[in-house]
């Protein structure tokens, strides 16, 4: 892209962090950073223990499962190590957890955890999107939903891509 001097405009390289225990997460990650690299950006979907440094990055999206209307302990962990260089630049943040359509029929607004760490390092957006539990699940409780019928993928691939063109867009 270029500036209006006709000197190309340099566009950051996006990491898109995030914490998952049974890959629903994960997914949701890889589609963010896919649009980026449609939209003409660098990115990259890494899991949020294996980052160690953030200087490689010109923005960052930052997303966790919920678990009891709680952030994915990865995620929550992320946001603390990181505070100080997440502060420095573009951030976005995202759950995933609703096993229903509830997520795509309105906007949640995020649980307390997620709620605090928006403020302190001054995300500029939050959505919740739905989430995804099948039989391969990992955990008694994870398993006992789907048994009972109340598993599925509620990810709204439409949804999430939007959601990462409206963050594109923002970063040019």
């Not at 390289?13 to 690299?37: D, P, W």
């Not at 995933?96 to 955890?113: I, W």
């Not at 009972?148 to 509620?154: I, S």
């Not at 990462?164 to 040019?172: N, V």
């Amino acid at each position: 892209m270029s500036t209006s001097m006709g000197t190309p405009k340099i566009l950051p390289k996006i990491l898109v962090a995030y914490g998952s225990r049974n890959g629903s997460t994960a997914g949701i990650a890889e589609m963010i950073a896919a649009e980026f690299a449609e939209q003409g950006f660098e990115a990259e979907a890494r899991p949020a223990g294996q980052v160690r440094d953030l200087g490689a990055y010109g923005a960052v999206v930052l997303g966790g499962a919920l678990y009891n209307a709680r952030w994915h302990p990865a995620a929550r962990a992320f946001a603390r190590r990181h505070a100080a260089a997440l502060r420095g630049r573009p951030l976005w943040l995202f759950s995933s957890g609703p096993l229903d359509r509830s997520a795509t029929a309105t906007e949640l607004p995020p649980v307390r955890h997620v709620a605090e760490a928006a403020r302190s390092l001054g995300a500029r957006g939050h959505v919740t999107f739905g989430g995804c539990l099948t039989d391969t699940a990992r955990g008694f409780i994870a398993r006992s939903i789907v048994r009972n019928g109340r598993g599925g993928d509620f990810r709204d691939p439409g949804h999430i891509k939007e959601w990462a063109a409206k963050i594109a867009s923002e970063l040019r």
